[in-house]
């Protein structure tokens, strides 16, 4: 008896270890098909324009070499960008772009899917969900994934609490774009999707509103308070060219960049590159930003290849490439830096000197303004002492369409905000949450700014941010 127990143990082992192996080639055998009928998708997007902000559309270009390099095809991958740099008076190299001190060129061949007006949050949107319908101008390329897809999509630009902004208004707000991912989850047109996003405070555009099981990972350049840095620039301890007067990259974006350059995609994570970007954007503990991670987390244990495709290494890549102390500058200032160093230039003549001094002038007295009002109108409206602070990790606000009506009526009587000012949008959602009411909004942003003359920043020839 004991032996034919032992025995029926026995067969019942060898069969669960039959059916666990049967199981596990079945799954492999569709995981296999899966992969064979996947396409790899890409959306890069320089959410900026101006020579001033030459970086964005840098690192949108070197994205676009690494994935064709990688494989991609041009079918498969969308382009977003202004398109104003690489034949702008003020470039040096008059039809390149590079992204770094010794790179070479990175605009050739790049697709121009979304120049111009038409790069903006409702044709980004409509592109992420294969919306052709929902297009204005452009190419009409869109991603037109199917159920075993991978997406892969590039942001960069400047941000704040809670938004990613575009060149062309209105900006793009995390509840809006949350809500298109969540839409895009529930069509079943993707397998997973990976977001690498390069803004100033762009945590907080995931923090408290990506669920985990959207089959979506994410890495933001900052956290949720903190600014992103421009790199490579002028005057710095890593500087371009000396016959550029911009800054050339930003420190998450050429981190990223730089490793899928050397790196041998075939094997190195997802997680791996992280942490690489994560030590390097951090800048030393110095001047740096602390990158983060978002959403469905198990996904960063893939390869990169899986998403940006696993091309020859490019022999061409930066000679500065390493975790060492960066120059760097603040994101926000990075414009008007360029600006100045411009207007140190010995090649400008002398009224063009004028003109750009001009500038320089009527954009930091539009920031100030901006500084003092929104302080001043804070003073006002937020009782300090009891004032309810959101904690670490809580979504930014909870009525989107007041943090949105209380910045269209501070623009309404103040002017816009713009790439700058949106660093403030904190302040906005503070009111919301604790309970500051639109009518006094509007009251105290006409009593400070009644007899502002908002020049080229009036909204009603700019547009709302909101």
């Known amino acids: 008896m004991a032996a034919f127990h032992f025995a029926l143990v026995l067969l019942t082992l060898l069969s669960l270890q039959f059916s666990e192996a049967s199981r596990l080639s079945l799954f492999a055998s569709t995981n296999d098909a899966q992969a064979a009928n996947s396409t790899k998708w890409a959306v890069l997007v320089a959410g900026s324009n101006g020579y ?9 270009c070197h994205a676009y070499q690494i994935l064709k390099r990688g494989g991609l095809k041009d079918e498969n991958i969308i382009v977003f960008m202004y398109d104003d740099i690489a034949n702008n008076t003020m470039n040096p190299r008059p039809g390149v772009i590079i992204n770094s001190p010794n790179g070479s060129d990175v605009y ?13 949050a409702a044709n980004f949107y409509a592109v992420l969900l294969g919306n052709s319908s929902g297009l204005t101008g452009g190419s009409g390329k869109v991603v037109a994934s199917k159920p075993g897809d991978k997406i892969f999509v590039y942001f960069t630009d400047h941000g704040g609490p809670g938004l990613l902004c575009m060149p062309n208004l209105p900006y793009i707000y995390a509840n809006d774009f949350i809500q298109v991912l ?6 079943g047109t993707y397998d997973e999707m990976v977001l690498y996003v390069e803004a100033c405070e762009s945590g907080s555009v995931f923090e408290g509103l990506l669920p985990e099981d959207l089959n979506i990972y994410v890495t933001t350049a900052s ?10 620039c002028p005057g710095s301890l890593t500087p371009p060219p000396p016959e550029y007067n911009t800054c050339l990259g930003d420190l998450y974006s050429i981190s990223w960049m730089e490793d899928s350059d050397v790196a041998d995609l075939n094997t190195e994570t997802l997680e791996e590159q992280y942490l690489k970007v994560k030590a390097r954007t951090l800048n030393n503990n110095t001047v740096g930003s602390h990158v983060m991670q978002y959403g469905t ?23 500065f490439q390493s975790i060492s102390f960066m120059g760097v500058v603040e994101q926000r200032a990075a414009d008007v830096y360029s600006m100045r160093k411009m207007y140190e230039s010995s090649t400008l003549e002398a009224q063009q000197k004028i003109e750009l001094l001009k500038e320089i002038k009527e954009i930091t007295s539009h920031r100030a303004h901006l500084d003092s009002t929104i302080e001043s109108i804070k003073g006002e409206l937020l009782d300090q002492e009891y004032l309810k602070e959101r904690a670490p990790g809580s979504v930014l606000v909870d009525d989107w369409d007041c943090l949105k009506s209380m910045i269209r009526t501070f623009e309404k009587y103040c002017g816009s905000l ?6 403030h949008t904190r302040t906005f959602a503070n009111m919301c949450n604790n309970g500051v009411t639109m009518d006094a909004m509007d009251e105290a942003s006409k009593g400070r700014c009644g007899s502002y003359s908002m020049g080229k920043w009036n909204p009603a020839t700019v547009g709302y941010s909101a």
């Open 52 to 60: 001033s902000n030459y970086r964005h559309q840098a690192d949108v």
């Open 108 to 120: 050739a061949g790049v697709p121009k899917d979304y120049t111009g007006d038409y790069v903006t």
């Open 223 to 232: 956290n949720a308070n903190e600014s992103s840095w421009g790199t490579y």
């Open 182 to 187: 969540k839409t895009k989850h529930a069509s």
């Open 418 to 423: 713009t790439q700058y000012g949106v660093k």
């Open 297 to 319: 987390q198990l996904i960063s244990n893939e390869t990169v290849s899986v998403y940006q495709g696993s091309g020859t290494l490019n022999s061409t890549s930066n000679t």
